[in-house]
């Protein structure tokens, strides 16, 4: 429910003020039109000259009392008059005082409509400050948005030249990679058709090696039968004639058949060797490695090892690993003690050409 508002100062003089105003305009014109219609008197003057002139023959007692009833009526004329011009003056000062009243009413009316319009001033004032400052925002949001806007366009321009950079060093590389794999094809196939070339002189020269090689197995073989059969025929020999002649002759017979059997038996060692040795690639004419070798009266090989080297290590290698490869030799059974006593640990000097029988 909506609160009656209080009047104020000014609305609750106003209205009392309005009607004493009205009352003493009432006053002032009722003793106006009073005055208006009294009806004109005659003139005194002939009356108060022969009333002063009987009073002239009247006794000094007379005249006396004459005199202060006239004193009475001056004095009661003169407080009517008084009273009258009190009353006007007080019809006057209340007037006056109305009249202040309503100005006082005026000026509070105009202070509080002066208050209100500097209120509806200070308020529009707000609201243009207000506005003001909500444009100021808005142009700010404005130029904000108009700098985002720029700053995603240039982010966009940046971003396209970039990707047609991309694009362009992507269509160069591509070209280059191109280019790469035509030079590329074009070495490969060069590569191949030199590696063809060099596989076909490598399978011309492995069939050229195989039947070297198969020649030179045949004659190496023939040679090893040949000194097996010879080695065999030679020991043989010497038993035959060591059984069949003086102890003198034997003896002599038995010291030079045990130079000829060591001798032969040297040529069965590198025999041996030669059928399980594996010539290495860089196996060249004229190297020689000299071999320490121990062996059981049995024929068992027992130990190789570099004695010298020739300088090429896979040659040394190649060397020990055919003397190892021999194994056992039987023909060194029945040897006497005396003949095989050089061999239980002895030196003897390869070459490729030893081992390539």
Same mark, same amino acid.
């Given at each position: 429910?909506?609160? &009656? ?54 006794? &000094? ?29 007080? %019809? ?53 948005? =108009? ?19 991309? =694009? ?68 043989? &020999? ?5 059984? #069949?002649?003086?102890?003198?002759? &034997? ?49 068992? %090989?027992? #130990?190789?090892?570099?004695?010298? #080297? ?48």
């Amino acid at each position: 429910m909506q609160q &009656q508002r209080e009047p104020s100062a000014s609305e609750s003089f106003f209205w009392p003020s309005v009607w004493a105003i009205a009352l003493h305009v009432l006053v002032f014109g009722m003793l106006f039109v009073s005055f208006a219609m009294t009806p004109e008197l005659p003139p005194a003057k002939p009356i108060v000259q022969a009333t002063l002139y009987q009073l002239k023959s009247k006794s &000094q007692a007379t005249t006396q009392t004459n005199q202060k009833i006239a004193g009475e009526a001056q004095k009661s004329a003169a407080r009517q008059t008084e009273v009258e011009q009190m009353e006007q003056k007080k %019809v006057e000062q209340e007037a006056v005082k109305a009249a202040a009243e309503q100005k006082k009413d005026e000026a509070a009316q105009k202070a509080e409509e002066s208050k209100k319009a500097d209120e509806a001033k200070k308020a529009d004032e707000a609201k243009k400050a207000d506005e003001a400052k909500k444009a100021e925002k808005a142009a700010e949001a404005k130029k904000a948005e =108009e700098k985002q806007l720029a700053d995603i366009a240039k982010k966009k321009s940046e971003e396209e030249a970039k990707k047609a950079a991309e =694009e362009e060093a992507k269509k160069k590389a591509a070209e280059e990679a191109k280019k790469k794999i035509v030079e590329d094809a074009k070495k490969k196939a060069a590569e191949d058709a030199k590696k063809k070339a060099a596989a076909d002189e490598a399978k011309k020269k492995i069939a050229d090696d195989a039947k070297k090689k198969a020649a030179a197995d045949a004659s190496k073989k023939k040679a090893q039968e040949a000194a097996r059969k010879s080695a065999e025929d030679k020991k043989a &020999q010497a038993l035959a004639d060591l059984l #069949s002649d003086t102890p003198q002759r &034997q003896q002599a017979l038995a010291d030079e058949r045990g130079d000829e059997v060591a001798g032969s038996f040297d040529d069965l060692i590198r025999a041996r060797a030669a059928e399980g040795w594996t010539r290495p690639p860089s196996a060249r004419k004229g190297m020689t490695v000299v071999l320490q070798i121990g062996m059981l009266p049995d024929g068992t %090989v027992t #130990s190789v090892s570099v004695a010298k #080297s020739s300088g090429d290590g896979s040659f040394d290698s190649s060397a020990v690993a055919a003397v190892k490869n021999i194994g056992r030799l039987t023909e060194m059974q029945g040897m006497k003690p005396s003949d095989f006593a050089p061999y239980r640990s002895f030196k003897m000097t390869f070459t490729p050409e030893d081992l390539a029988l």
